[in-house]
């Protein structure tokens, strides 16, 4: 791949606490055993890093320390492989992305029963492990994921945080085809990922509630419904959709606490609230999640992390089979902090994907 250079650009967490990112100049990192080096020519950028850059974030155990790289859906090419890495399934000039989970330990219990994305040894891209905010990384060979040839590498950024985590959001909500879905934040990130894999790539019925201005792209994304938030009549509406009786799965895809509230009586009988979007700010219970209704009406609650390996090359597929695509904008990293400034006032339709060229 030729020589590789001393120093090369990244974004880092000037003053975490604040929304503020600083373009700087990073030593080139040496891949150690197991491990391969990426050049990176592209990063999503994502709701969790803002939690992670701003510690807003209760349940974190650390607070983000300053000089952090954030970042976690990045795509490039392998420029060099380390030690112990002869036999892998990736080589030099294959193009692979790194996660949110971006190394696993492959021998704790989640690992070993398939739960990899709740790895009890994780590393977290951008959190304490330096992430995709620049142009060079490295990662275990074992555990990037091969990105598909047809895929476009700023198109595929997204697919390995939203796109996987939505896409196992559904499969745990136990939805079918043929089910109505009810997606909270459809015209977000995730959402507008959301209601394309549910649409199209699962045959479910999709009710996307969020702000009106964002009712064109939730339908054009295959949304039979769409429901403005802001006009207070969800649940009537929702109910009026679906015959009287409510979604069979309600996820919910922002970090609003009142999203949460909400969701419960979007349900019909035996449904699921899947919970994704993570409030910021301190922890408070989901406040309409009475055991009484629960019981009554035999329905469930549960969480969804970001997918397993086999999760996200399967959501790769889709994006590559053109069943979902990303409505997204690039930006080049001086942008970065206007960017999560925008995402902070919830300005942002889509994805906004970082061009590191």
């Known amino acids: 791949m030729g020589d590789l250079p001393k120093k090369y650009k990244g974004a880092i967490y000037d003053e975490p606490g604040k929304i503020s990112t600083k373009v700087v100049e990073l030593d080139m990192p040496e891949p150690g055993p197991g491990d391969v080096l990426i050049n990176l020519s592209h990063s999503g950028v994502c709701h969790s890093d803002l939690g992670v850059m701003t510690n807003s974030w209760k349940g974190l155990p650390a607070p983000t320390q300053a000089g952090q790289v954030g970042g976690h859906e990045g795509v490039g090419k392998i420029v060099k492989?380390?030690?112990?890495?002869?036999h892998s399934a990736v080589k030099v000039g294959d193009r692979v992305g790194v996660k949110w989970i971006s190394a696993i330990c492959d021998s704790c219990p989640a690992c070993l029963s398939g739960h990899d994305g709740v790895c009890f040894n994780q590393k977290v891209s951008g959190y304490y492990t330096p992430g995709t905010f620049q142009q060079y990384v490295t990662g275990p060979a074992s555990y990037v994921t091969p990105i598909p040839d047809s895929l476009d590498s700023a198109a595929a950024a997204p697919m390995l945080c939203a796109g996987v985590t939505v896409y196992s959001a559904l499969r745990k909500s136990n939805a079918k085809s043929g089910d109505w879905v009810v997606l909270l934040g459809a015209g977000g990130g995730l959402g507008h990922l959301a209601v394309q894999i549910a649409s199209r790539g699962m045959g479910m019925r999709v009710i996307g509630i969020d702000q009106g201005n964002k009712e064109d792209l939730v339908k054009e994304c295959g949304a039979e419904v769409f429901i403005d938030h802001t006009k207070g009549d969800a649940e009537e509406q929702v109910k009026k959709a679906t015959g009287g009786l409510g979604a069979?799965?309600?996820?919910?895809?922002?970090?609003?606490?009142?999203?949460?509230?909400?969701?419960?009586?979007l349900l019909k009988f035996g449904g699921t609230l899947v919970?994704?979007?993570?409030?910021?700010?301190?922890?408070?219970?989901?406040?309409?999640?009475?055991?009484?209704f629960l019981v009554a009406k035999a329905q469930k609650i549960v969480g969804v992390a970001v997918g397993d390996r086999r999760e996200a090359i399967e959501t790769l597929d889709l994006a590559a089979r053109g069943l979902v695509k990303t409505h997204f904008e690039t930006i080049k990293l001086d942008q970065l902090t206007e960017t999560f400034e925008k995402m902070h006032r919830a300005e942002l339709k889509g994805r906004v994907v970082l061009d590191l060229s």
């Open 275 to 292: 919970c994704v979007g993570l409030p910021e700010g301190d922890l408070k219970p989901i406040a309409t999640a009475y055991p009484q």
């Open 248 to 265: 069979q799965a309600v996820l919910v895809l922002t970090a609003a606490n009142g999203a949460y509230a909400s969701g419960m009586g």
């Open 81 to 86: 492989m380390g030690p112990g890495t002869e």
